[in-house]
């Protein structure tokens, strides 16, 4: 299964779609290392992020720990503090390094709120290159602010040889908003088929399968049903800043235990745990996001491999696109079927304004009372 940890609320960025840079949290109660120590051996895959991991003074500290516990282990920046990185690539490189860009140039500062943000995070990309790092990419959260630059995105990227991770917008309560709707659902969904495309005609066989990845996103876009069941609470979960183990990010009602007072086996084997998962089953979300959409593509015999349904797919429109032909995508997706295509005023961009941060109180160390904190 697939783990993501989130260690630290607080963040140096000011994103127009997360506003958890408003909201720290207190560096003295996030998740320790002999919480994290509690975690079993055998994970496919963890992803610590944030946040922005980076601020965490032990973030090597803790890549030493959970490395071994793990098949392949992430770390998900705003790549501002690369420097933090290159020590722990140097020492592990085969760690996984994304870097959120959200634009070529100026589109990513204002989206992000980063000054000069494009240019550091690319440099910070050549500097891991430099490092050795053997699985290095960007993330793109598609938005209308970003959709028109996608394609250039992924072609930065080919030209570097690292990779581009994509997501859509979305609502999650650790944001602390919940405006985050993309206003012209058909042209985003439109500029995403392209992006597939240029993935299909890529050489690299994860790049095909990234493109299925993102037909889900369009669906998403578009408010539609997911190509695949989520499997949430089962094959992947969130850990928070206070040792709250969620079936995922988006809903705070998924609580499934706490790492401080429990042991893992408690926590994921447990009747709250089974509780949750039912709630899964039947979740309205329809979230396509990289933690939920790779785990119900996996084929359940062996994780390295599709579904056979995915491999078709991939394979059948990698043809197409070598030989030239069209993908007829709306036999895969109804274009006139698009839910809740609602029109509101556009996100602010915190690009060189100031904005007094909103750090938590300290609190005694009671994990019980701090499940309850975004419930406030």
């Known amino acids: 299964m697939d783990l993501s940890i989130i260690l630290t609320y607080r963040c140096n960025s000011k994103c127009s779609m997360c506003y958890i840079w408003k909201h720290p949290t207190n560096p003295g109660y996030e998740v320790d290392l002999n919480t994290l120590d509690k975690l079993p051996d055998g994970f496919d895959y963890i992803n610590l992020t944030g946040g922005e991991p980076t601020l965490r003074k032990d973030l090597e500290e803790i890549c030493d720990l959970l490395y071994p516990k793990a098949k392949q282990l992430e770390i998900s920046t705003n790549g501002l503090k690369v420097d933090k990185i290159i020590p722990i690539i140097k020492k592990h490189p085969d760690i996984k390094i994304r870097i959120s860009l959200e634009g070529m140039g100026l589109t990513n500062d204002l989206i992000r709120g980063e000054k000069n943000g494009f240019e550091i995070k690319c440099e910070g990309m050549k500097k891991l290159i430099e490092a050795g790092g053997r ?3 960007f993330a793109t959260t598609f938005q209308d602010e970003n959709i028109d630059e996608i394609v250039d995105i992924f072609k930065y990227t080919s030209n570097l040889n690292v ?8 609502n999650a309560f ?7 709707y993309i206003y012209e659902r058909k042209r985003v969904a439109k500029k995403v088929e392209e ?9 690299q066989p994860k790049n095909w399968f990234r493109a299925y990845l993102n037909l889900g996103l369009i669906r998403k876009i578009l408010g539609q049903d997911r190509l695949h069941a989520c499997t949430q609470g089962t094959d992947s979960i969130f850990i928070d800043p206070w040792g ?4 995922c990010n988006v809903r705070n009602d998924l609580l499934m235990g706490n790492l401080h007072e429990q042991t893992w086996q408690e926590v994921y084997y447990g009747k709250k745990a089974e509780e949750i998962r039912k709630l899964v089953a039947v979740c309205p ?22 579904k056979l349904k995915v491999m078709y797919w991939v394979l059948l429109n990698k043809i197409k696109v070598s030989l030239n032909r069209h993908i ?11 839910i809740d295509d609602r029109q509101i005023n556009h996100r ?4 060189n304004k100031t904005i007094k941060k909103e750090l938590q109180p300290e609190k005694s160390v009671n994990y019980k009372q701090l499940n309850s904190y975004f419930n406030r």
């Open 135 to 137: 699985d290095l990419g």
């Open 163 to 170: 990779e581009m991770a994509t997501s859509a917008l979305h």
């Open 174 to 180: 650790q944001f602390h908003k919940n405006d985050n």
């Open 195 to 203: 992006l597939i495309i240029e993935m299909l005609r890529s050489n």
């Open 244 to 247: 709250d183990v969620y079936a």
């Open 285 to 306: 979300q329809n979230c396509w996001m990289v933690s939920s959409a790779k785990t119900s593509m996996r084929s359940r015999i062996y994780y390295k491999i599709p």
């Open 328 to 338: 007829k995508f709306e036999s895969y997706i109804d274009y006139n079927n698009i």
């Open 348 to 351: 602010i961009s915190y690009l």
